[in-house]
C-alpha cells in the first residue's frame, strides 16, 4: 500500500498560520486489509483538510 500526503501553509496574508492538506492512501489501488480487518478489500481514501491556527 502506498500513501500520498502533502502539506502547504500560507506564509502571510489572510491565511498565515493556515494548513492545507492533501492525502491519498492506497494510492494504487491495491487489496488490502486494516489492522483489525478479517478480509482483503479493494479502494482507496481522499482526504482534504484545511486547519488554522488561533
Do not use: Q
Not at 502506498?2 to 487489496?31: I, Q, S, Y
Request: proline share 4%.
Amino acid at each position: 500500500m502506498h500513501n500520498l500526503r502533502a502539506t502547504r501553509g500560507a506564509p502571510v496574508g489572510a491565511l498565515v498560520r493556515t494548513k492545507r492538506r492533501f492525502t491519498l492512501e492506497n494510492a494504487f489501488d491495491l487489496d488490502y486489509s486494516s489492522h483489525l480487518a478479517s478480509r482483503k478489500a479493494p479502494g482507496r481514501t481522499v482526504m482534504v483538510s484545511l486547519s488554522k491556527l488561533f
